[in-house]
Protein backbone atom coordinates (compact mmCIF):
# COMPACT_ATOMS: atom_id res chain seq x y z
CA UNK A 1 0.00 0.00 0.00
CA UNK A 2 1.09 3.74 -1.27
CA UNK A 3 0.99 6.37 1.31
CA UNK A 4 1.82 10.37 1.06
CA UNK A 5 3.57 11.36 3.92
CA UNK A 6 0.77 12.39 5.79
CA UNK A 7 -0.48 9.14 5.52
CA UNK A 8 -3.69 8.79 3.31
CA UNK A 9 -3.74 6.01 1.08
CA UNK A 10 -3.02 5.88 -2.44
CA UNK A 11 -5.00 4.06 -5.32
CA UNK A 12 -3.45 0.69 -5.84
CA UNK A 13 -0.60 0.66 -8.62
CA UNK A 14 0.63 -2.03 -10.79
CA UNK A 15 4.21 -3.70 -10.11
CA UNK A 16 6.99 -0.82 -11.37
CA UNK A 17 10.85 -2.35 -11.92
CA UNK A 18 11.74 1.36 -12.32
CA UNK A 19 11.06 1.37 -8.24
CA UNK A 20 13.54 0.90 -5.65
CA UNK A 21 12.05 -1.09 -2.90
CA UNK A 22 10.52 2.58 -1.20
CA UNK A 23 7.32 3.70 -1.73
CA UNK A 24 6.74 6.68 -4.82
CA UNK A 25 5.46 9.19 -2.22
CA UNK A 26 7.73 7.91 0.76
CA UNK A 27 10.26 10.54 2.46
CA UNK A 28 12.84 10.17 4.90
CA UNK A 29 12.03 11.17 8.17
CA UNK A 30 12.38 14.77 8.89
CA UNK A 31 15.96 15.54 10.10
CA UNK A 32 16.94 18.28 13.11
CA UNK A 33 15.85 21.65 11.35
CA UNK A 34 11.98 19.81 10.38
CA UNK A 35 12.73 19.29 6.78
CA UNK A 36 11.95 16.23 5.01
CA UNK A 37 13.81 14.70 2.25
CA UNK A 38 12.34 12.96 -0.71
CA UNK A 39 13.13 9.00 -1.30
CA UNK A 40 15.77 8.85 -4.33
CA UNK A 41 14.51 7.87 -7.26
CA UNK A 42 15.95 5.15 -9.42
CA UNK A 43 19.18 3.98 -10.13
CA UNK A 44 20.71 4.92 -13.40
CA UNK A 45 21.45 0.70 -13.88
CA UNK A 46 17.72 0.25 -13.37
CA UNK A 47 16.67 3.10 -15.85
CA UNK A 48 18.97 1.41 -18.02
CA UNK A 49 18.13 -2.15 -18.01
CA UNK A 50 14.03 -0.78 -18.46
CA UNK A 51 14.85 0.84 -21.27
CA UNK A 52 16.55 -2.30 -22.79
CA UNK A 53 13.49 -4.13 -21.18
CA UNK A 54 11.55 -1.79 -23.54
CA UNK A 55 13.07 -1.30 -26.74
CA UNK A 56 13.92 -5.39 -27.14
CA UNK A 57 10.20 -6.26 -26.55
CA UNK A 58 9.19 -3.88 -29.04
CA UNK A 59 11.87 -5.32 -31.57
CA UNK A 60 10.91 -8.56 -30.96
CA UNK A 61 7.26 -8.13 -31.35
CA UNK A 62 7.47 -6.32 -34.62
CA UNK A 63 10.25 -9.19 -35.39
CA UNK A 64 7.68 -12.13 -34.22
CA UNK A 65 4.08 -10.48 -35.57
CA UNK A 66 4.33 -8.39 -38.59
CA UNK A 67 5.04 -11.12 -40.99
CA UNK A 68 2.53 -13.38 -39.78
CA UNK A 69 0.28 -10.40 -40.41
CA UNK A 70 1.44 -9.59 -44.00
CA UNK A 71 1.89 -12.49 -45.88
CA UNK A 72 -0.01 -16.26 -45.58
CA UNK A 73 1.78 -19.59 -43.74
CA UNK A 74 1.97 -21.37 -46.84
CA UNK A 75 3.90 -17.95 -48.27
CA UNK A 76 6.08 -17.29 -45.68
CA UNK A 77 6.52 -21.76 -45.40
CA UNK A 78 8.31 -21.22 -49.13
CA UNK A 79 11.11 -18.42 -47.80
CA UNK A 80 14.68 -19.21 -46.19
CA UNK A 81 13.52 -17.18 -43.12
CA UNK A 82 9.59 -18.50 -42.83
CA UNK A 83 10.55 -19.19 -39.08
CA UNK A 84 7.82 -21.15 -37.60
CA UNK A 85 5.27 -21.27 -40.79
CA UNK A 86 6.65 -24.41 -42.17
CA UNK A 87 5.44 -25.95 -39.08
CA UNK A 88 1.60 -24.68 -38.83
CA UNK A 89 1.21 -23.94 -43.04
CA UNK A 90 -0.30 -27.37 -43.08
CA UNK A 91 -2.12 -27.65 -39.88
CA UNK A 92 -6.04 -28.13 -39.70
CA UNK A 93 -7.23 -24.46 -38.91
CA UNK A 94 -8.29 -24.80 -35.54
CA UNK A 95 -4.51 -24.57 -35.14
CA UNK A 96 -3.67 -22.04 -37.21
CA UNK A 97 -6.17 -20.04 -35.46
CA UNK A 98 -4.38 -20.85 -32.19
CA UNK A 99 -0.97 -19.86 -34.04
CA UNK A 100 -2.38 -16.52 -34.77
CA UNK A 101 -4.50 -15.40 -31.18
CA UNK A 102 -0.98 -16.70 -29.69
CA UNK A 103 1.23 -14.58 -31.80
CA UNK A 104 -0.81 -11.08 -31.70
CA UNK A 105 -2.08 -12.03 -28.64
CA UNK A 106 1.48 -12.15 -27.19
CA UNK A 107 2.98 -9.72 -28.99
CA UNK A 108 0.24 -7.22 -27.60
CA UNK A 109 1.44 -8.16 -24.26
CA UNK A 110 5.26 -8.04 -25.24
CA UNK A 111 4.50 -4.38 -26.12
CA UNK A 112 2.39 -3.28 -23.31
CA UNK A 113 3.90 -5.38 -20.29
CA UNK A 114 6.97 -2.91 -20.19
CA UNK A 115 4.82 0.20 -20.05
CA UNK A 116 2.82 -1.40 -16.76
CA UNK A 117 6.19 -0.82 -15.16
CA UNK A 118 6.65 2.96 -15.94
CA UNK A 119 6.53 5.22 -12.84
CA UNK A 120 4.98 7.90 -14.32
CA UNK A 121 2.67 6.29 -16.31
CA UNK A 122 1.21 4.95 -13.11
CA UNK A 123 1.40 7.90 -10.73
CA UNK A 124 0.28 10.84 -13.62
CA UNK A 125 -2.24 8.65 -15.27
CA UNK A 126 -3.64 5.71 -13.18
CA UNK A 127 -6.80 5.49 -15.30
CA UNK A 128 -4.65 4.55 -18.49
CA UNK A 129 -2.28 2.65 -16.41
CA UNK A 130 -5.37 0.06 -15.55
CA UNK A 131 -6.77 -0.05 -18.32
CA UNK A 132 -3.20 -0.77 -20.28
CA UNK A 133 -3.18 -3.21 -17.48
CA UNK A 134 -6.23 -5.18 -18.31
CA UNK A 135 -5.40 -5.52 -21.84
CA UNK A 136 -2.01 -6.92 -20.99
CA UNK A 137 -3.51 -9.30 -18.56
CA UNK A 138 -6.02 -10.06 -21.02
CA UNK A 139 -3.55 -10.70 -24.09
CA UNK A 140 -1.70 -12.99 -21.34
CA UNK A 141 -5.16 -15.17 -21.66
CA UNK A 142 -5.46 -15.20 -24.81
CA UNK A 143 -1.76 -15.87 -25.93
CA UNK A 144 -1.82 -18.40 -23.02
CA UNK A 145 -4.44 -20.44 -23.72
CA UNK A 146 -3.23 -20.11 -27.70
CA UNK A 147 -0.30 -21.77 -26.60
CA UNK A 148 -1.74 -24.79 -24.71
CA UNK A 149 -3.46 -25.32 -27.92
CA UNK A 150 -0.62 -25.66 -30.12
CA UNK A 151 2.53 -26.71 -27.89
CA UNK A 152 1.48 -30.45 -29.00
CA UNK A 153 2.60 -29.72 -32.68
CA UNK A 154 5.77 -27.46 -31.81
CA UNK A 155 8.74 -27.97 -33.58
CA UNK A 156 10.92 -29.43 -30.93
CA UNK A 157 8.75 -32.51 -29.61
CA UNK A 158 8.19 -33.64 -26.28
CA UNK A 159 10.85 -31.40 -24.99
CA UNK A 160 8.63 -28.61 -26.51
CA UNK A 161 5.38 -30.19 -25.37
CA UNK A 162 6.51 -29.65 -21.53
CA UNK A 163 8.44 -26.65 -22.00
CA UNK A 164 6.17 -24.46 -24.22
CA UNK A 165 2.91 -26.02 -22.50
CA UNK A 166 4.40 -25.58 -19.36
CA UNK A 167 5.74 -21.95 -19.93
CA UNK A 168 1.88 -21.80 -21.29
CA UNK A 169 0.52 -22.97 -17.92
CA UNK A 170 2.59 -20.64 -15.36
CA UNK A 171 1.50 -17.48 -17.60
CA UNK A 172 -2.01 -18.18 -17.17
CA UNK A 173 -1.32 -19.29 -13.43
CA UNK A 174 0.74 -15.72 -12.86
CA UNK A 175 -1.63 -13.76 -14.47
CA UNK A 176 -4.99 -14.75 -12.53
CA UNK A 177 -3.08 -14.42 -9.09
CA UNK A 178 -1.68 -11.06 -10.46
CA UNK A 179 -5.07 -10.21 -11.16
CA UNK A 180 -6.48 -11.61 -7.79
CA UNK A 181 -3.87 -9.36 -5.82
CA UNK A 182 -4.89 -5.95 -6.95
CA UNK A 183 -8.70 -7.11 -6.45
CA UNK A 184 -7.97 -7.64 -3.02
CA UNK A 185 -6.26 -4.43 -3.02
CA UNK A 186 -3.32 -6.14 -2.14
CA UNK A 187 -0.50 -4.34 -4.20
CA UNK A 188 2.70 -5.74 -3.23
CA UNK A 189 1.59 -9.33 -4.04
CA UNK A 190 0.37 -8.05 -7.13
CA UNK A 191 3.68 -6.25 -7.94
CA UNK A 192 5.28 -9.76 -7.31
CA UNK A 193 2.99 -11.62 -9.64
CA UNK A 194 3.37 -8.84 -12.27
CA UNK A 195 7.42 -8.79 -12.46
CA UNK A 196 6.64 -12.75 -12.62
CA UNK A 197 4.14 -13.19 -15.28
CA UNK A 198 6.21 -10.43 -17.40
CA UNK A 199 9.39 -12.51 -16.96
CA UNK A 200 7.59 -15.24 -18.90
CA UNK A 201 5.87 -12.97 -21.03
CA UNK A 202 9.63 -11.66 -22.04
CA UNK A 203 10.65 -15.51 -23.25
CA UNK A 204 9.37 -14.47 -26.53
CA UNK A 205 13.17 -11.99 -26.24
CA UNK A 206 15.11 -14.40 -24.51
CA UNK A 207 13.88 -17.77 -26.60
CA UNK A 208 15.72 -15.04 -29.75
CA UNK A 209 18.75 -14.79 -27.54
CA UNK A 210 19.64 -18.23 -26.22
CA UNK A 211 18.99 -19.42 -30.16
CA UNK A 212 21.88 -17.75 -31.91
CA UNK A 213 23.75 -18.45 -28.63
CA UNK A 214 23.49 -21.72 -29.18
CA UNK A 215 24.41 -21.67 -32.48
CA UNK A 216 27.46 -20.47 -31.84
CA UNK A 217 28.61 -22.15 -28.66
CA UNK A 218 28.29 -25.79 -31.61
CA UNK A 219 30.70 -24.19 -34.13
CA UNK A 220 33.82 -25.26 -31.93
CA UNK A 221 32.55 -28.78 -31.79
CA UNK A 222 31.95 -29.43 -35.17
CA UNK A 223 34.06 -30.50 -38.51
CA UNK A 224 34.44 -28.56 -41.73
CA UNK A 225 30.82 -29.92 -42.89
CA UNK A 226 28.57 -27.92 -40.98
CA UNK A 227 24.66 -28.92 -41.43
CA UNK A 228 22.84 -25.54 -40.31
CA UNK A 229 19.56 -27.31 -40.08
CA UNK A 230 21.20 -30.01 -37.80
CA UNK A 231 22.29 -26.93 -35.38
CA UNK A 232 19.59 -25.02 -35.33
CA UNK A 233 17.85 -28.41 -34.53
CA UNK A 234 20.04 -28.69 -31.54
CA UNK A 235 19.39 -25.04 -30.56
CA UNK A 236 16.30 -24.95 -30.19
CA UNK A 237 15.51 -28.30 -28.58
CA UNK A 238 17.15 -26.74 -25.52
CA UNK A 239 15.19 -23.10 -25.50
CA UNK A 240 11.39 -24.67 -24.48
CA UNK A 241 12.28 -24.81 -20.83
CA UNK A 242 15.39 -22.25 -21.10
CA UNK A 243 13.55 -19.21 -22.58
CA UNK A 244 11.78 -19.18 -19.48
CA UNK A 245 12.91 -20.87 -16.16
CA UNK A 246 16.16 -18.21 -15.87
CA UNK A 247 13.54 -15.31 -16.31
CA UNK A 248 11.62 -16.37 -13.24
CA UNK A 249 14.75 -16.63 -11.23
CA UNK A 250 16.09 -13.01 -11.68
CA UNK A 251 12.40 -12.01 -11.17
CA UNK A 252 12.78 -13.87 -7.71
CA UNK A 253 15.79 -11.84 -7.22
CA UNK A 254 14.38 -8.83 -8.27
CA UNK A 255 11.44 -9.72 -6.09
CA UNK A 256 13.76 -10.21 -3.30
CA UNK A 257 15.61 -6.74 -3.65
CA UNK A 258 12.41 -4.84 -4.00
CA UNK A 259 11.31 -6.34 -0.30
CA UNK A 260 7.80 -7.94 -2.32
CA UNK A 261 6.14 -11.15 -0.98
CA UNK A 262 8.58 -14.03 -2.05
CA UNK A 263 6.90 -17.08 -3.67
CA UNK A 264 4.61 -19.28 -1.29
CA UNK A 265 2.76 -22.14 -1.65
CA UNK A 266 -0.46 -21.59 -0.25
CA UNK A 267 -0.67 -23.70 2.75
CA UNK A 268 2.03 -21.39 3.89
CA UNK A 269 0.23 -18.30 3.59
CA UNK A 270 -2.99 -19.89 5.35
CA UNK A 271 -0.52 -21.15 8.28
CA UNK A 272 0.85 -17.83 8.23
CA UNK A 273 -2.74 -16.01 8.52
CA UNK A 274 -3.86 -18.46 11.51
CA UNK A 275 -0.91 -17.85 13.00
CA UNK A 276 0.25 -14.17 12.86
Known amino acids: MTTTSTGAWQPPAASDPTDTAVP ?46 TASLRSLAEQPSGGLAANYAEQPWPI ?24 GLRTRHPRVHRWTGRTYLAAVGIGG ?8 VNDAGLVGLFGFGGLGVVWLLTGSLAYRSIRRGNVASH ?12 AAVTLRIWIPLLIVLQLPFLGGD ?50 P
Not at 145 to 152: C, E, Q, S
Not at 191 to 202: D, E, I, P, V
Request: aromatic residues 12%.
Open 191 to 202: RAWMMRNFALTY
Open 96 to 119: QVAFYAHIVAGGLALVIGPLQFWR
Open 24 to 69: TDAAVPADSSGTTTPAAGPRPGTRIAWVWVLLSSLGIAAFAVVPYL
Open 226 to 275: VDFDTVFANAYAAVPFLCWLPNLVVAEWLIARRGLPGFRPASASIGDARH
Open 145 to 152: LAALVIAP
